[in-house]
């Protein structure tokens, strides 16, 4: 196998990556740090479609992460994006929160419930069996289904939460349409985060916590991947998937160094 070119630019998970449950991981500040004063293009990624970068970067900097608004990568981002490039200008009954309607809002989506040309399901707090009836009729009337993640479940202090994955089975099996989900671990999240940053896979690695998403996108999308142990995926489960990364380490503290 040939040799990898050296790593210019980095993709980070978010959660079980630099933080876990509202608290920094160890080494996320100093990683965070050197990428900066590096001036590698990085970005910050994660399969929340709630927030918008803008929360995110408060939500990060209260912690005493420092990452720019601009090196956050989220799916509804991703999801917007797919669409602009898809069906520039059109419109989209979404199920959501403020990340999501905000990055539709923000390519010139409009969003409504007659006749859209597409349903856009993601994250949200809330799901309304009300909204979820309408994204059936809709779908069942010729709107096209997408959805921004499939996680299945959400973390909550009180333990998992449904989440996009599950909402979408109900409604999968409800219509028989099955959704084009956009986040990890399909690799468009990658490459149109690559994109915006002007990076090339060849010379890009991917961290994550997780075999089935993090480490399959980064993969798929031609990237050096390196998995944590610092989140869901353990040591002794990497050997049940068909894949490996590319490096495993016990924590993000354990990459600063290579930068």
């Not at 349903?119 to 010729?142: C, D, P, Q, W």
């Not at 990237?223 to 998937?241: A, C, D, H, K, S």
């Amino acid at each position: 196998m040939a040799d990898r070119k050296p790593i210019e630019s980095w993709l980070t998970d978010m959660d079980g990556v630099l933080i876990h449950e509202g608290v920094p991981i160890p080494g996320a500040d100093a990683f965070i740090k050197k990428l900066r004063e590096s001036g590698k293009p990085f970005l910050v990624l994660t399969n929340n479609s709630i927030y918008t970068p803008r929360d995110l970067h408060a939500r990060l900097n209260r912690m005493g992460l420092e990452v720019p608004i601009e090196n956050i990568w989220t799916s509804a981002l991703a999801t917007a994006k797919f669409l602009d490039d898809q069906r520039p200008g059109g419109s989209a009954y979404v199920i959501g929160e403020a990340g999501l309607t905000t990055a539709l809002h923000d390519i010139g989506y409009i969003l409504t419930d007659h006749d859209p040309d597409y349903v856009v399901l993601g994250e949200t707090r809330t799901y309304s069996f009300e909204a979820m009836t309408k994204a059936v009729r809709l779908i069942n009337a010729g709107a096209r289904f997408i959805c921004t993640n499939p996680d299945e479940t959400g973390p909550s202090t009180e333990g998992p939460l449904p989440a996009t994955g599950a909402v979408a089975a109900l409604i999968t099996k409800a219509t028989g349409k099955q959704p084009y989900f956009a986040g990890k671990p399909n690799p468009l999240m990658m490459r149109t985060g690559l994109n915006a940053i002007g990076a090339h896979s060849e010379t890009s690695a991917m961290i994550g916590d997780r075999m089935d998403t993090d480490v399959l996108a980064g993969m798929e999308a031609g990237m050096q991947t390196f998995l944590v142990l610092t989140g869901l995926t353990r040591p002794e489960q990497v050997e049940n998937f068909p894949y490996r990364p590319s490096t495993i380490v016990d924590s993000i503290a354990d990459l600063v160094d290579r930068i």
